[in-house]
Nanobody, 126 residues
Framework: VQLQASGGGLVQAGGSLRLSCTAT???????????MGWFRQAPGKDREFVGV????????HYADPVKGRFTTSRDNNKNTVYLQMNRLEPEDTAVYYC?????????????????WGQGTLVTVSS
């Protein structure tokens, strides 16, 4: 599975961005077989969980710092998962990664994810 994230950029505090992550699946599975997660890594900090969406998109979970501001969704016909980020804050500045997990339940743990994208940089200015 190859994951390509895009949509990052520079935005002012209070603004919005939408990240996309498109998957190329070649291991005999389909995109809908994968739970998709979002993580981020701010400068000088460890990578942290942001949000996750189940195979069908019916279940989502978010880290506390982004609850109510970020929303993840997916289009299985397009092999794409999205992260809509609203009311962005300077503390949201980070490289954002999408990841795929062919497990059976959503997870916030990095070690549960099997494939990772290359990351896209989001910079929020104050």
């Amino acid at each position: 599975v190859q994951l390509q994230a895009s949509g990052g950029g520079l935005v002012q505090a209070g603004g919005s961005l939408r990240l996309s992550c498109t998957a190329t699946v070649s291991d005999g599975r389909t995109f809908s077989d994968y739970i998709m997660g979002w993580f981020r890594q701010a400068p000088g900090k460890d990578r942290e969980f942001v949000g996750v969406i189940s195979w069908s998109g019916e279940a989502t979970h978010y880290a506390d710092p982004v609850k109510g501001r970020f929303t993840t969704s997916r289009d299985n016909n397009k092999n794409t998962v999205y992260l809509q980020m609203n009311r962005l804050e300077p503390e949201d500045t980070a490289v954002y990664y999408c990841a795929a997990d062919h497990g059976y339940q959503t997870s916030s743990l990095e070690q549960d994810y099997d494939y990772w994208g290359q990351g896209t940089l989001v910079t929020v200015s104050s």
